[in-house]
């Protein structure tokens, strides 16, 4: 594992080792299940096992399930999946709804100390006297409650005796903190919802800023890493370590959140993209969602290194999508095959070579890795090349076919078109050309040269084939950018995929989903696991050869 990158929190570790503080660093990657993840998920998995990793620690996956109302089974597995995908093994896996009973004992204990107490104010007006910035908040009419009272209120919350929001329980800390987190934040809310974990066992939830310390305490997590949001929440999570007695004390750090161009990065916005029909799931190819990022041909090595390539730090940036095209592109260049397919296709005929004939020519798989080997493509009388190879009145500079103009077809023969047939509606069907033998690939002929190479199937045997070509599915820079009356829906690209009929080498008959290949001048493309079958293959397009990046 690369250690080179800079990342702030690595120094702190270190410290903390070397001091004695701890012995053993455990951190934690704690999702909340209400969606798939996404590649800022990602980023905060990496930097987690990435560090403890690096001194020899722990990191646990925990499901931070405390909001029984958006959170699904479905949702579980598909994280478990993601992570172990990118190629980490967590150490212990737990749900925070397993530690329920452990919270309420210790929002009692809270009650006991005077710390916690149960209001009547509906959740508008908490919100009212909390006060602003510049405004101190101001005493709920309920603050002072005996303990015995808030002892008994809180069991009947538990109970089931109240309704929804009809109470709620509180730290007790200071209404006039300059730290509005501090205004006596709620930790327990009623919620007659049933959980996906405990069932109807429980109307009362904990809160995020309440639990969040309790979980990370219980499993004795060192560093508790979080993004920059949180910042403001630290003293209320070292309130609650403290005042709820917790053994372990666990350190919250806050780096700045990965932000990606083109793309919308909250699980609630993905889930709006999903549920309204703009994609084909969360794991659609064009989303940013790690599954997405899979289907589409992503390699974990290239989200690796991305990821890794940025560092941690505590600013919040938006990074360029184009490079993590560049990663893999990086990745795909020396693993994949080389291979021709044809997504626009045109048909050529080769008139003077002879009918019946199919010839097997040598090709090497990639000639950046001879150890690939080489493979075996037809040749015949009729081939299929791309329609924007031909043109009938050339521009400058344009080196494909035209009337009279000789090509090199890769790895065969050069040809020289001859004639050309149209439809109807004047659109070229079909190019006649004429092959010279002697101009073999392979055969060390030198008697003249051409300036342009284009690639081919043969028709007889070509394969049909799907060719899913993407853009960007945001259009605009990023999301930050939202303007007031427009949401992002008004930025989703209305062309964001294009599908093409088109046509593969036989060589490809046996391909698997997730095969990646290198279509010779097109890209990199992955089949897709969705929508193959054996009678036709799928390709999403990763990358396109070529970086269009500008730094
Ligand atoms: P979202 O805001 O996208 O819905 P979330 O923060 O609510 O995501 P959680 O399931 O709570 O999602 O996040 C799990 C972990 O991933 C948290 O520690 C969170 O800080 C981290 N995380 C989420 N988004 C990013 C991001 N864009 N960059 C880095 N880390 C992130
Ligand atoms: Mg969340
Ligand atoms: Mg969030």
């Given at each position: 594992?690369?250690?080179?990158?800079?990342?702030?929190?690595?120094?702190?570790?270190?410290?903390?080792?070397?001091?004695?503080?701890?012995?053993?660093?455990?951190?934690?990657?704690?999702?909340?299940?209400?969606?798939?993840?996404?590649?800022?998920?990602?980023?905060?998995?990496?930097?987690?096992?990435?560090?403890?990793?690096?001194?020899?620690?722990?990191?646990?996956?925990?499901?931070?399930?405390?909001?029984?109302?958006?959170?699904?089974?479905?949702?579980?597995?598909?994280?478990?999946?993601?992570?172990?995908?990118?190629?980490y093994?967590?150490?212990?896996?737990?749900?925070?709804?397993?530690?329920?009973?452990?919270?309420?004992?210790?929002?009692?204990?809270?009650?006991?100390?005077?710390?916690?107490?149960?209001?009547?104010?509906?959740?508008d007006?908490?919100r009212?006297?909390?006060?602003?910035?510049?405004?101190?908040?101001?005493?709920s009419?309920?603050?002072?409650?005996?303990?015995?009272?808030?002892?008994?209120?809180?069991?009947?919350?538990r109970?089931?005796?109240?309704?929804?929001?009809?109470?709620?329980l509180?730290?007790?800390?200071?209404?006039?903190?300059?730290?509005?987190?501090?205004?006596?934040?709620?930790?327990?809310?009623?919620?007659?919802?049933?959980?996906?974990?405990?069932?109807?066992?429980?109307c009362?939830?904990?809160?995020?800023?309440?639990?969040?310390?309790?979980?990370d305490?219980?499993?004795?997590?060192?560093?508790?890493?979080?993004?920059?949001e949180?910042?403001?929440q630290?003293?209320l999570?070292?309130?609650v370590?403290?005042?709820t007695?917790?053994?372990?004390?666990?350190?919250?750090?806050?780096?700045?959140?990965?932000?990606?161009?083109?793309?919308v990065?909250?699980?609630?916005?993905?889930?709006?993209?999903?549920?309204?029909g703009?994609?084909?799931?969360?794991?659609?190819p064009?989303?940013?969602?790690?599954?997405?990022?899979?289907?589409?041909?992503?390699?974990?090595?290239?989200?690796?290194?991305?990821?890794?390539?940025?560092?941690?730090?505590?600013?919040?940036?938006?990074?360029?999508?184009?490079?993590?095209d560049?990663?893999?592109?990086?990745?795909?260049?020396?693993?994949t095959?080389?291979?021709?397919?044809?997504?626009?296709?045109l048909?050529?005929?080769?008139?003077?070579?002879?009918?019946?004939?199919?010839?097997?020519?040598?090709a090497?798989?990639?000639?950046?890795?001879?150890?690939?080997?080489?493979?075996?493509?037809?040749f015949?009388?009729?081939?299929?090349?791309?329609?924007?190879?031909?043109?009938?009145?050339?521009?400058?500079?344009?080196?494909?076919?035209?009337?009279?103009n000789?090509?090199?077809?890769?790895?065969?023969?050069?040809?020289?078109?001859?004639?050309?047939?149209?439809?109807?509606?004047?659109?070229?069907?079909?190019?006649?050309?004429?092959?010279?033998?002697?101009t073999?690939?392979?055969?060390?002929?030198?008697?003249r040269?051409?300036k342009?190479?284009?690639?081919?199937?043969?028709?007889?045997?070509?394969?049909?084939?799907?060719?899913?070509?993407?853009?960007p599915?945001i259009?605009?820079?990023?999301?930050?950018?939202?303007?007031?009356?427009?949401?992002?829906?008004?930025?989703?690209?209305?062309?964001?995929?294009?599908?093409?009929?088109?046509?593969?080498?036989?060589?490809?008959?046996?391909?698997?989903?997730?095969?990646k290949?290198?279509?010779?001048?097109?890209?990199?493309?992955?089949?897709?696991?969705k929508?193959?079958?054996?009678?036709?293959?799928?390709?999403?397009?990763?990358?396109?050869?070529?970086?269009?990046?500008?730094?």
């Open positions: 594992m690369e250690n080179n990158t800079s990342n702030f929190i690595r120094p702190i570790i270190k410290q903390d080792l070397e001091s004695g503080k701890h012995n053993q660093v455990i951190t934690r990657f704690p999702p909340e299940p209400n969606g798939y993840l996404h590649i800022g998920h990602a980023k905060s998995i990496i930097i987690n096992f990435d560090l403890a990793d690096e001194f020899n620690g722990k990191t646990n996956l925990r499901f931070d399930d405390t909001n029984p109302l958006k959170e699904d089974t479905e949702f579980v597995e598909s994280i478990k999946e993601d992570v172990k995908w990118l190629g093994e967590w150490d212990g896996l737990f749900f925070a709804s397993d530690y329920f009973e452990e919270m309420y004992k210790r929002a009692v204990l809270l009650i006991n100390k005077g710390k916690a107490y149960v209001d009547d104010l509906t959740a007006e908490i009212e006297y909390r006060g602003t910035l510049t405004e101190p908040g101001k005493d009419p309920y603050r002072n409650r005996s303990v015995e009272e808030n002892l008994e209120l809180f069991e009947k919350m109970n089931g005796e109240f309704g929804n929001g009809e109470k709620a509180r730290a007790k800390i200071d209404m006039s903190s300059p730290n509005i987190n501090l205004r006596d934040p709620v930790i327990y809310r009623i919620s007659h919802t049933t959980h996906h974990n405990t069932g109807d066992k429980w009362i939830y904990p809160v995020y800023s309440f639990a969040h310390p309790i979980e305490a219980l499993e004795d997590v060192t560093h508790s890493i979080c993004t920059l949180f910042e403001d630290r003293p999570y070292n309130w370590v403290e005042e007695e917790m053994e372990s004390k666990p350190q919250q750090i806050e780096f700045g959140r990965l932000n990606v161009t083109n793309t990065m909250s699980k609630r916005k993905l889930k709006q993209l999903v549920e309204e703009f994609v084909d799931g969360w794991d659609d064009r989303m940013p969602t790690i599954s997405g990022l899979r289907r589409r041909g992503y390699t974990p090595e290239s989200i690796l290194a991305f990821c890794r390539e940025l560092g941690v730090s505590k600013g919040d940036g938006t990074v360029d999508s184009r490079m993590l560049h990663f893999v592109r990086e990745d795909l260049k020396l693993t095959p080389r291979t021709m397919g044809v997504i626009r296709p048909k050529v005929v080769i008139t003077n070579y002879p009918e019946a004939q199919v010839e097997m020519l040598d090497e798989i990639n000639p950046e890795v001879p150890e690939m080997g080489m493979r075996k493509i037809p015949s009388r009729e081939i299929y090349i791309e329609q924007e190879d031909f043109m009938e009145e050339p521009p400058n500079k344009y080196f494909r076919l035209f009337p009279g000789e090509v090199r077809l890769k790895h065969a023969y050069f040809i020289k078109c001859e004639d050309f047939i149209k439809d109807d509606n004047g659109n070229v069907i079909e190019v006649h050309c004429t092959y010279d033998r002697e073999k690939s392979g055969s060390g002929f030198t008697g040269k051409v342009g190479t284009i690639h081919w199937v043969e028709a007889s045997q070509a394969l049909p084939a799907e060719f899913r070509l993407y853009e599915l259009l605009d820079e990023s999301e930050n950018e939202e303007k007031e009356e427009t949401t992002f829906l008004d930025n989703v690209n209305p062309n964001s995929i294009e599908v093409l009929a088109g046509f593969i080498e036989p060589t490809m008959k046996d391909i698997q989903p997730q095969d290949f290198q279509f010779f001048r097109h890209g990199y493309f992955n089949v897709d696991p929508h193959s079958t054996s009678e036709k293959a799928v390709f999403n397009l990763i990358v396109s050869l070529k970086s269009s990046f500008k730094k």
